[in-house]
């Protein structure tokens, strides 16, 4: 994994393991593999731009009260699902620590207002030409 751009304090995500859903026979049943990764975003120590970028973001895995939850399932080892769940969480934090480019608003030229306008006009005869056909019988 790469270097992450905002690091998380590892003390702040609370892990509970539970069992897993789907197949794996004998080893769903009997043995808690799956990870649920509890990230509290407002009492964590991210920077505050940060966690506005987050707590704004419209991910159906950030409740209302500003909760990270993560289910890593993937795997039959729980520490191989800890280990996933905290990168899905990095992932999140990182995909908000870089800022969008600004967009420029630009105006079309000239040529390209006229070759469009073109287009329509000619698309428009075409369209004309599929009427009924009046006809001097």
Same mark, same amino acid.
């Given at each position: 994994? #790469?270097?992450? %751009? ?19 026979? @004998? ?5 808690? &593999?799956?990870?649920? %990764? ?8 991210? #920077?505050?731009?940060? *966690?506005?970028? $987050? %707590?704004? %973001? ?12 993560? /289910?890593? @399932? &993937? ?6 699902? !800890? ?5 899905? $969480? ?10 969008? !480019?600004?967009? /420029?608003? &630009? *105006? ?6 006229? *070759? ?10 075409? *369209? /004309? ?9």
């Amino acid at each position: 994994m #790469p270097e992450p %751009l905002i690091p998380i304090n590892h003390d702040e995500i609370d892990f509970s393991a539970i069992r897993a859903q789907g197949s794996g026979g @004998q080893n769903v049943n009997k043995v808690s &593999t799956a990870i649920h %990764l509890r990230y509290a975003i407002p009492a964590s120590s991210l #920077p505050e731009a940060i *966690k506005e970028r $987050l %707590l704004a %973001l419209s991910d159906q895995r950030i409740t209302a009260d500003g909760v990270v939850v993560i /289910k890593a @399932q &993937t795997t039959r080892s729980q520490e191989q699902n !800890k280990a996933e769940a905290v990168e899905r $969480l990095q992932t999140l934090v990182d995909s908000v620590a870089v800022l969008p !480019k600004r967009r /420029k608003a &630009t *105006k079309p030229t000239k040529s390209s207002q006229r *070759k469009r306008l073109d287009g329509k006009a000619t698309r428009g005869d075409v *369209k /004309k030409l599929r009427g009924r056909v009046s006809g001097s019988e």
